[in-house]
């Protein structure tokens, strides 16, 4: 965290000098700053990834589920990162059903880890290749949903299929294609996807691009109560608070449907599994 503050304070002033806040500045100055500002964004993300590697090998990485409409996270990932893909001369797209149901999940890590595995398919898919996000409900498992980043690019051999996702682990050959990063981006999504528990994987042929996928839960609303309404269960706490927050499909809702809304959830409270 401490090295946070200097490097936000070394790419604050070179944006002020990028802008011309600070100053006229030639080609050659602009051109010096902008290599200055992209290894100080790399130097962020670093560090960023050192931190979340710190709280997962000490038990503090923290994430808080509820209902996530996956279409909807994919949608947000892939018009963030269409730029860095075009850029690169790849195209990103996703294949998905609109009818998902939505999973049990972390929205913000979600996007976490379909970011590093796009960002992971930039770097190692060639110009005039393709990135292409899918999700489906996972045939091994109708409770879970299998979301899979899928790339036409070098691919890997078995031996590094195996280890690919290990603390600071780095394919040698690959390296010369990609920046000199830590080698925590897939290890970071190993930690969040097992915190979901799910569990995630990759299948690769050298030279025939690669497949990573993960599963998270489906959102079941009988699943996350059976456990707290079930009688008889000496688990159950001695007290349990639900909030349920009741959401107009319009721009308001007249008293009485509220009433009647709210009423519907008292009986289903009261009536239990």
């Not at 972390?106 to 999700?135: C, M």
């Not at 690959?174 to 097992?194: D, F, H, P, T």
Request: hydrophobic share 40%; proline share 6%.
């Amino acid at each position: 965290h401490e090295l946070r503050t200097p490097l936000a304070a070394i790419y604050q002033f070179a944006t002020i000098m990028a802008d011309g806040l600070a100053g006229e500045t030639s080609a050659e100055q602009r051109q010096y700053l902008d290599i200055l500002l992209r290894n100080a964004k790399e130097m962020r993300t670093m560090i960023g990834e050192l931190i979340e590697a710190t709280r997962a090998e000490t038990g503090k990485l923290r994430i808080r589920t509820r209902r996530a409409p996956v279409p909807q996270l994919v949608d947000e990932v892939v018009v963030t990162e269409h730029p860095i893909a075009m850029a690169k001369g790849i195209a990103l797209s996703a294949d998905l059903p609109r009818d998902l149901p939505p999973a049990h999940a972390d929205p913000q890590r979600v996007r976490q880890i379909l970011i590093n595995l796009i960002d992971n398919g930039i770097k190692f898919t060639p110009e005039n290749g393709s990135i292409t996000v899918h999700a489906r409900v996972w045939e091994e498992d109708p409770r879970m949903l299998c979301l899979s980043v899928q790339d036409t690019g070098m691919g890997m051999r078995p031996e590094v299929q195996d280890r690919v996702f290990e603390r600071l682990y780095q394919d040698e050959r690959s390296q010369s294609s990609s920046r000199q990063g830590l080698g925590l981006g897939l290890y970071i999504c190993k930690q969040l996807v097992a915190c979901h528990g799910g569990r995630i994987w990759v299948e690769s042929q050298a030279g025939s691009g690669s497949r990573f996928s993960f599963t998270l839960p489906i959102f079941s609303l009988t699943d996350l109560l059976e456990p707290v309404l079930r009688r008889g269960n000496a688990l159950v706490p001695a007290a349990t608070l639900f909030v349920v927050d009741v959401v107009p499909a319009g721009r308001f809702l007249p008293r009485r449907n509220l009433e009647t809304a709210l009423l519907e959830c008292r009986k289903l409270f009261e009536a239990g599994p």
